[in-house]
């Protein structure tokens, strides 16, 4: 089969490295990619938001099936652009009304709210409506989260633990701290418990459950600073017992499909649940609609079944039929960014010692190569380190060896990535 996989960060990097495994997999192709998806397959010069040079490159190459990797493609319809102008393609993802789950938190609350989905309770406000908003962070109990109604990268989120705070943040997403994403702002209730990363791949009637994980969103250790898009993760968070997973299934996963359903949704791909277990019980604290960052990086590794015939039958529709099997060792990914990431850094740095690691997988994040084949920094994550081990321990073990191999001008790199759940 021929495939093109659109994206060019870690997870990208991540998915490329596990389908170019697959004997099914005969060219891959990868829009726009970076200098690691290289390794697996060819990048092509087209943007993931060019969706008409998508469809023109999949019919002069004979494309088999299309695999989404990041949001905002998904969010601004791409799967919708394929199915009218190439509807002999599959695209892996859901239609940009599916994909509304993740592109809009406000949508995604009144979604979970619908359905009876376990989630903090909320209210939302527009620009409009900031004197109301005010009035309602005066009476709300506090530590209370504020979060971007749109797409932010991941960064959308502040928890507010004064109603000085608290209001000084409502005010300034209004005003625009995340551009066009916090015109709209969630209110929502804090809850407290500990975080972890469920996702599944659906065909819209059934779904394979992947290998949870935990990852850590702040900048700083002790999960203190800035949000980030994700500096590290592990799998298979200990917390997420068989009991608890079975809980997952009946009580926020089975009610979300069957509400995509009930709403005449045919969402066909990647679902996100970001759970927060509070005692015994899950509550979704957000949605996404494709793999997370770098989630990808540590559940790829841990899923044993061949991807393509998996993507084949949310494809077709068949996907309870298809075989699934997660390699029983546990997996865990550091991430090392540029320093002054997620605000302002340098680029242009030259990374070297990626040839030194052992029995580590690498996946390029913001990384650019020369004619000559030297790498330099080009993002705030620069790379990712994954590790598998015979438990926790020992991956992260391995992990944080390999870290020691790799240099670049004013790397940075949480250090206790996982610790809090061993």
Not at 33 to 59: K, Y
Not at 74 to 101: K, S
Not at 169 to 178: E, K, Q, V
Not at 243 to 264: H, N, S, W, Y
Request: charged fraction near 20%; hydrophobic fraction near 40%; include cysteine.
């Amino acid at each position: 089969m021929n495939i093109l996989l659109l994206g060019s960060g870690g997870r990208e990097h991540a998915m490329a490295w596990k389908i170019a495994q697959s004997p099914l997999c005969k060219y891959l192709y990868i829009a726009p990619g970076n200098p690691g998806t290289a390794e697996c397959g060819q990048n092509v010069p087209i943007a993931v938001r060019d969706f008409n040079a998508q469809v023109d490159f999949c019919r002069e190459n004979k494309v088999d099936l299309v695999v989404v990797g990041p949001e905002d493609p998904l969010v601004l319809g791409v799967v919708d652009h394929f199915a009218e102008h190439l509807p002999t393609v599959p695209v892996i993802g859901p239609p940009a009304e599916g994909a509304q789950l993740e592109g809009s938190k406000a949508f995604a609350k009144e979604f979970m709210q619908r359905h009876a989905i376990p989630t903090a309770a909320y209210r939302s406000f527009t620009v409009a409506e900031k004197a109301e908003g005010l009035a309602y962070l005066q009476q709300h109990d506090l530590p209370l989260v504020l979060k971007a109604d749109g797409l932010a990268a991941g960064k959308g989120v502040l928890i507010c633990q004064t109603l000085e705070e608290a209001t000084e943040g409502f005010i300034a997403m209004l005003d625009g701290m995340f551009g066009d994403a916090s015109s709209r702002v969630v209110v929502e209730a804090f809850l407290e418990g500990i975080e972890l990363t469920v996702i599944v791949l659906t065909d819209g009637q059934s779904w394979k459950v992947l290998p949870p994980s935990k990852d850590y969103k702040r900048i700083g250790e002790g999960d203190t600073g800035l949000n980030t898009g994700g500096m590290g993760a592990v799998s298979p968070p200990p917390f997420a017992t068989p009991a608890f997973m079975t809980t997952v299934e009946e009580q926020v996963i089975a009610p979300t499909i069957k509400g995509l359903r009930t709403d005449g949704i045919a969402y066909k791909g990647f679902l996100y649940f970001g759970l927060i277990k509070v005692g015994d019980a899950p509550f979704v604290i957000e949605y996404n609609c494709r793999m997370g960052d770098p989630e990808t990086q540590v559940i790829m590794p841990r899923i044993f079944s061949d991807i393509i015939p998996l993507y084949l039958s949310v494809a077709r529709g068949d996907l309870a039929e298809a075989e699934f099997e997660t390699d029983p060792r546990a997996a865990a990914t550091v991430v090392l960014a540029s320093s002054g990431y997620p605000g302002s850094f340098e680029k242009g740095l030259e990374i070297t010692g990626c040839e030194h690691l052992e029995d580590c997988m690498l996946f390029h994040a913001g990384t650019v190569s020369d004619d000559q084949g030297i790498l330099y920094t080009n993002g705030g994550r620069v790379l990712a380190l994954s590790c598998y081990g015979t438990d926790l321990p020992e991956a992260l073990r391995n992990c944080y060896t390999n870290t020691a191999r790799i240099y670049f001008g004013n790397r940075y790199f949480r250090r206790d990535i996982g610790w809090d759940v061993v």
